[in-house]
Structure formats: structure tokens, C-alpha cells
């Protein structure tokens, strides 16, 4: 049985476009950039579930609130596991795309 394209393709456009658009303000607004960073995001999606995606970028932002609320997101097991998961793929992407 084949792969079908909604197993690779399950990220919301929005999510796509609000990477893309962070990507650009981080690595300049040119045509290439728009291209290498939709390609990273597109490496990113095929290496990581979407889910897990979301969840690592929660750990991120959460992990700069100060205080208790941070710490947890700081010190957690599974959200360092997450974020290592959304590490290890943009790495790939970067490597990839970039």
C-alpha cells in the first residue's frame, strides 16, 4: 500500500505560511529565501507529524515565560524530547534546502 499525499501533507497552510514568513525575516526576503524556506518547512513536515511539530514549537515559546510555568517547559523530559525531535528535522532541512 502506497503513502497517500495527506500523510505527508497534514500541516495547515497557516502553519506553513507563518514558518516561511518567520524564515524570511531570519534569513532575508529574497525570491531564493522564499524557496529554500518553503522547501524547509516541506523537509520538516515529511520528517516530523504534525503534532509533534506543534508541540515543540509550544515548548519554545513557553520555555522563555520566566518563572515556574517556563521552568517546566524548560526541565520537562518529553518537551526536550520534542524539541530535539524539531531540532534533528530543521537540521536535515538546512542541510537540504539551504
Not at 505560511?17 to 518547512?41: D, F
Request: with cysteine; net charge negative.
Amino acid at each position: 500500500m502506497g503513502a497517500r499525499a495527506e500523510d505527508f501533507n497534514d500541516y495547515p497552510t497557516a502553519a506553513r505560511s507563518e514558518y516561511v514568513y518567520g524564515c524570511l525575516k531570519a534569513n532575508g526576503e529574497t525570491r531564493q529565501v522564499i524557496t529554500q524556506c518553503s522547501c524547509s518547512i516541506d523537509v520538516i513536515a515529511s520528517l516530523l507529524p504534525y503534532d509533534r511539530y506543534v508541540t515543540a514549537e509550544t515548548v519554545l515559546s513557553m520555555s522563555q515565560v520566566r518563572g515556574n510555568l517556563g521552568g517546566q517547559f524548560r526541565s520537562s523530559e518529553q518537551a526536550a524530547s520534542a524539541l530535539n525531535d524539531l531540532r534533528r528535522a530543521q537540521a536535515e532541512a538546512e542541510v537540504r534546502c539551504f
